[in-house]
Each structure stands twice: as C-alpha cells, then as structure tokens.
C-alpha cells in the first residue's frame, strides 16, 4: 500500500503524552487502536508498516498539527479515522508521501507554541513578580540562535540544537514561539521557565550566558520545566508533501475544540466564582 500523512490534533491534558507507555492512554494507543477497529492494524501488530510521527510530546502538551505516516488504504481519509478515534484526538489532512518518507526524519522544521500567562502587573493568583515584556524578549533573542542545550534537557547526548524564540504580547500573556528543526525533551518548557527568571528579575542577565557553558548547572541553579498544558505542537513542515484538508474532518475537529474552549471558560467562571468568594 502507498505511504500516507495524516495530520492529528490533539488536546493532550487527557493524555500521557503522544508515545505509547505501559498501563496508561496515550495519544499513539489511541491511533492504533482506531486503526485496528478500521481493520488497518492486524489485531496482533505492534503498528502499521512504514509507520513514523513527527514527534513525541510530553504528557499535557496537545498539537495543531502533529503528523504521522504510515501504508494506509486508500479509503483511509481524515473522515474515515476520526469515525474509530475518540473525540479529544482529530485527524484533518491527509497528503500522499513518496517512496521511503519518514514522518521524523525528513521533517524540515517544527514550531512550538506556548500560552505563558503573565500579565503585566500584579493580578489574582500570580505569585511570582509580574513580567517586563522588553527583558523577556531580550531573554528570547538570547537564546535564539546555535547552542548546546545540555543544560535545557534531560537528554545526554545530541544537545545541539539552532533555535528561534520569540514573544508577542496577546493581553494577559504572552505567546512565545519556539522553532527548530528539532528538539530536545523538555527543551521549549524550559526555554519558557528561563526566560520567565529573566523577564521577572528573579534570575540576573549573566545566567542567559551561564546555561550554555559546558559544565552542567549545579542542583540550586537549575532550570525546571514549565507546565506542559500550555504548550502546543502547532506546525511541522515537510518540504516534499503537500497537504489537503479534509473539510468535513476539519468541521467535526472544530466542533469538539470549540466545545472543549467553552468547557473551559466555564470552569474558570466557577473557580473564580469560588475564589473570591473568600476574598
């Protein structure tokens, strides 16, 4: 069968992470159980032949625009997929992949996008200093460019990574923009955390230089990841495919995100209800 990519967004605060792991859901077991309901996976196969994604994103994290490929039928849309999986994982695109594409490999960039929630000036439940947006941006330039991220990830090996940081301010946060080839774990969570010390004050200028020296950070100086709910998967780019969106695949996705936004605009009313409640 002829290799295909599919694009698959997510909402990954019902996951733990994309990768499969023993004894809880995540994203990748509920692709290939869809794909064995749809008999596209024999019942006994560990995954599809020619089967590769793009990336593999920490539990919490959701995506825009994850990608996977594998030999799939050619009945196989967007459509057809979402009818087997569950409602919080949406393929919308498809494109046909040539001969031998590998969903990681031969992807040519990735970006990142995280919902940093900083405003401005001292506001209800911040209990950190507010943010100066010119020194956060400052942070992001910083460590934009070719760097050894050793000391911004769990990985030991193959740390060196070229890197664009970026930030605009959208209200109350501030949206950063993290693209890259490719990324180390944890690496963008912690980009965010640092520039976050920097953009607060609570952590000097002299540590933007001090991360990329060779010694690791001791213990006290470290740098903790960032919250992954926050962050979202948001392109991959793949020189050689051109996608189609499926149109009622991309309707039915919309619908279910919408209904998840508004969920949670109504969760938040209720907390703070209660919070100030108690003021």
Not at 68 to 75: L, Q, T
Request: hydrophobic share 40%.
């Amino acid at each position: 069968m002829p290799l295909r990519a599919f694009r698959i967004a997510y909402d990954g605060t019902d996951y733990y992470g994309y990768q499969r792991q023993p004894d809880v859901p995540t994203v990748e077991d509920a692709i290939f159980d869809a794909l064995r309901a749809l008999g596209v996976l024999e019942s006994d196969a560990d995954k599809p032949d020619g089967y590769a994604a793009a990336g593999r994103t920490d539990a919490g994290v959701s995506a825009l625009a994850q990608t996977i490929a594998f030999e799939a039928p050619d009945w196989l849309t967007p459509r057809a997929l979402n009818a087997e999986l569950p409602a919080g994982v949406r393929a919308w695109a498809s494109a046909d992949a040539p001969d031998g594409f590998h969903a990681t490999h031969h992807a040519s960039r990735r970006e990142y996008t995280y919902h940093l929630y900083a405003p401005a000036d001292d506001s209800p439940g911040l209990d950190t200093p507010p943010i100066d947006d010119e020194r956060f941006r400052t942070a992001c330039g910083a460590l934009s460019g070719t760097h050894d991220v050793h000391n911004l990830t769990p990985d030991d090996h193959n740390t060196e990574r070229s890197l664009t940081l970026s930030a605009a301010r959208d209200g109350d946060y501030l949206v950063i923009t993290a693209s890259a080839g490719g990324f180390a774990r944890e690496l963008v969570r912690r980009l965010v955390s640092l520039a976050r010390e920097i953009g607060t004050g609570e952590s000097p200028r002299a540590k933007l230089d001090r991360v990329f020296d060779p010694e690791p950070l001791p213990g006290p100086e470290g740098i903790a990841p960032a919250p992954p709910e926050p962050l979202v998967l948001t392109d991959v780019v793949y020189p050689d495919l051109t996608f189609e969106i499926d149109a009622d695949a991309a309707a039915s996705a919309r619908a279910v995100f919408d209904r998840r936004r508004i969920d949670r605009r109504t969760g938040a009313r209720v907390a703070g209800q209660v919070a100030d409640g108690m003021r």
